[in-house]
């Protein structure tokens, strides 16, 4: 029983500690969202998806009082956005680094979804390497918790038992489990944000799926996947370069295409503006040609 009431206590104190670094951001008609404060200075982290409304977006301080806030940027890519509030002295939170971090650990999720902090017990139910959202993103580390994440703790920390600010809980990229964007990636994003105000991305314009070749075209192709373009667009890199709708896109820059994710994966910031050779199928033929990637307005 002492064990239990022990345990009690450390996870309230583990609360209370957050508290005075998490608010509530309303920028939704039907719920509120949580926020982390990153700096002392007014900078805000919380969700991209939370941020539907870019005016007349509030927050609500840890004292309890509202100030507005503007957004500095967004990357949706890997659901974050940043906001600046002219409010200053808050107490931000710092992220720690995963080491050590283990399947099976005890986390505390924590939000801010109403007028008082909540939070709800779980354990790391999943550890992985670096991966790639569905928009593209490129996400340092792969973090889930089977903690339940109710409406509005989106944006909100993950602690780990010691308190330390492990990453923001975001319910964009899984329906059955609240993955967590860790800290490498939140300051990596943040700095951006704020440089450029978001993250660019490169652009062929094109509309395209997965498919499976023929295995009679496998070695001609080299490979046995690609992406069919089901659009191109009249006014994008791949129409320029002489690409059409129903050509397969077998390699991009030397890099083997398995879906989507890997062609946005491939289209980041570093490439926008170079000149890359991309092997296409066209009626069971092969062809290469170079185009150059653009920008995403």
Known sequence: MSDLLSLSQSIASLVERVAPSIVRVEARRRHGATGIIWSAEGHILT???????????????????????????????????????????????????????????????????????????????????????????????????????????????????????????????????????????????????????????????????????????WAKAGAETGLIFLSVDPDGPAYRAGLLMGDVLVNLGGRTLEGVEDLLGYLAEEKVGTAVQAKVLRAGEVREVSLTVGKRS
């Not at 490169?202 to 799926?209: C, F, I, K, P, S």
């Open 47 to 217: 969700t991209s998806h939370a941020v539907e409304r870019e005016e007349q977006i509030q927050l609500t301080l840890p004292d309890g009082r509202t100030t507005p806030a503007e957004i500095v940027g967004r990357d949706p890519s890997t659901d974050l956005a940043l906001l600046k509030t002219e409010t200053s002295g808050l107490t931000p939170l710092t992220p720690a680094p995963l080491d050590g971090v283990k399947v099976g650990h005890l986390v505390l999720a924590v939000g801010h979804p109403g007028r008082t902090t909540r939070a709800t017990l779980g354990i790391v139910s999943a550890l992985g390497d670096e991966w790639r959202t569905h928009a593209g993103g490129r996400v340092d580390r792969y973090l889930e918790t089977d903690a339940d994440l109710p409406p509005g703790f989106s944006g909100g920390p993950l602690l780990d038992a010691q308190g330390r600010f492990l990453g923001l809980l975001t319910a964009a990229f899984s329906r059955t489990a609240a993955v967590v964007i860790p800290g490498a990636t939140l300051t990596r994003v943040v700095n951006t944000l704020k440089e450029h105000g978001g993250v660019r991305r490169g652009y062929l314009g094109v509309g395209a799926y997965p498919v499976r070749l023929p295995q009679h075209l």
